[in-house]
């Protein structure tokens, strides 16, 4: 049994953030779904557990409860915390609500198979599913309740390795970085590619590493030597502007996260473990979140959050980012 301890973490503006859990989590049960008790802030795929979780309790006083859905291959959970798309291998499910699995759940007849990448929209309605060992991709339209489906095939210059950098999946658009050949890891193109399987060569100042759409349609991307860049409009343009450079970073940002109409750009710096804010408009740097874990990603959560670590082990915590309506980084403890 374990009884989660009382941890403190630091925010933006020094605040204090105390978070008291008193919780008992018992062993995980093999059951495909269970039973959950208690208010549930979201749900959360659970990588070393291979299960979807929820998060009991309010934000900034929660933990994950015991899995509700089990012997997962992959999921993803939406940004409203309740739907997900969850693959058992060539099996994959859309869940409207996972409070009432399996009633609330669909298989999607010719989804791709075995994915293990699928970025969702703000709003919930669409997703973009990848593959990284075949380097398929895959956009499913969820708005219209049925799941419409369009494969897109990679550009022909592609012949190296695939990696889905961003997706802004309700446009129907989606950003790939591709070696030209297997034996040329180091050099790395960027493509747009949209729903009609139409491929548009991006020209960037730098080896993108991550990137991000922005909700105006912009389109932001960290390079190889730790710059940042933008395409202005994603849907017609085909070069990258630099904007500035990192000082302080190394090898490019892990993650990026761009809030446009705050005019902020989050960067994940796993080889330093910080977090830093730039302001878009003077691109000066306004914040800097120094963590205990690697943040290696941006992953849309409900109430203004983003998880940011990936947890290989059972027993390792959360870490949310809080961005509104005070910056603060949330505790999460997974149990063990």
Sequence with gaps: MYIPKLFMIRGLHQAALLIAFASALPSLLPAQATAVSGPSVAYVFDAPTSSIRPLIGVAGSSFLGDPSLTGLQFAAVAPNGVAAIAAWGDRVEWITDLSNY????????????????????????????????????????LAGGVPALQNVVRPDSCLGSVKLLAADAANGIAAVGCTPAPDAPDSQNLFFLQMDSSARLVQTPDAPVSAAFAENGSFYIAGRNSTIAVVGNA??????????????????????????????????????????????????????????????????????????????????????????????????????
Excluded: C, H
């Design 102 to 141: 399996p009633q609330s759940s669909s298989v999607i007849g010719g989804a791709l198979a075995s994915p293990d990448q699928i970025l969702w929209d703000r709003k919930s309605s669409a997703v973009v599913v990848f593959s990284s060992s075949s380097g398929q991709l895959q956009f499913i339209q």
């Design 235 to 336: 849907a017609t343009d085909s070069s990258a502007q630099l904007l500035f450079s990192e000082p302080d970073a190394q090898n490019g940002a892990s993650a990026i996260l761009v809030q446009s109409a705050a005019q902020l750009l989050y960067s994940a710096d796993s080889v330093q473990r910080r977090i830093r804010v730039y302001d878009l408009g003077s691109f000066a740097k306004v914040d800097d979140l120094p963590l205990d874990w690697l943040p290696m990603q941006f992953q849309p959560f409900p109430s203004n959050s983003f998880l940011i670590n990936t947890r290989s082990k059972a027993s390792e915590p959360m870490i949310l980012l809080q961005t509104a309506p005070k910056r603060a980084l949330l505790f999460v403890p997974a149990g063990e």
